[in-house]
């Protein structure tokens, strides 16, 4: 996180960036370039989905659920249902409800992008993320049968080991519960 002098954020970097990449983007923070501030002002003369996007993420990091959550919306609505900024817009909403514990929400929005993206990486993504809203929600059985579907979709998937560990946890906690 890059503060100014007295403590207030002026942006973050989310993940690992390369020393040159890093410095570059400090330098850029440091005078205005690529902050949610100058992206907001961007946003403000143009009809930019790549650029609403980006606020999305911005806002995500930092907290500001609603407010990703209104971005997120306008790069969907700008755009085509389900063309990839779509997909990739639709899948933050959903993984912010299920964040905010919204899991009936969040189950309806990863089932709709499964529907909707049907072929498509958003389609297996979502499926995963379907399952483990379901053990979340402390659905014991709902989940085993999501992880098996998805098992049965995607068998060759690299969350197939994820989700096949899932099951056996899931399955020896259903186990003790009788």
């Known amino acids: 996180m890059l503060t100014d002098s007295e403590g ?4 973050r970097i989310i993940g690992y960036l390369e020393p040159a990449e890093f410095i570059e983007r400090l330098d850029n923070y440091q005078n205005g370039i690529g902050t ?3 992206l907001l002002s961007r946003a403000d ?14 806002y995500k990091y930092r907290g500001g659920d609603a ?21 990739e817009s639709r899948m ?5 409800y299920r964040r905010a514990k919204d899991y009936d929400k969040a189950g309806s929005a990863f089932s709709d992008i499964m529907k909707d993206f049907e072929g498509t990486m958003f389609a297996e993504s979502a499926e995963i ?8 929600q402390g659905d014991t059985a709902q989940a085993i049968t999501a992880f098996k579907d998805f098992l049965k979709h995607y ?3 690299e969350d197939t080991a994820y ?7 899931l399955e020896g906690k259903a186990e003790e519960a009788q």
């Open 8 to 11: 207030t954020e002026i942006d």
């Open 155 to 157: 068998p060759e998937s």
């Open 67 to 87: 407010e990703a959550m209104e971005w997120f919306q306008k790069v969907i609505d700008e755009g085509e249902p389900t063309d990839s900024l779509s997909g």
């Open 163 to 169: 989700a096949i560990g899932q099951i056996e946890k």
């Open 129 to 136: 993320w379907r399952a483990i809203v379901y053990r979340q």
């Open 36 to 38: 949610l501030d100058d």
């Open 45 to 58: 003369t143009l009809v930019d989905r790549e650029l609403f996007y980006e606020i999305a993420e911005k």
């Open 92 to 96: 933050g909403l959903a993984d912010m």
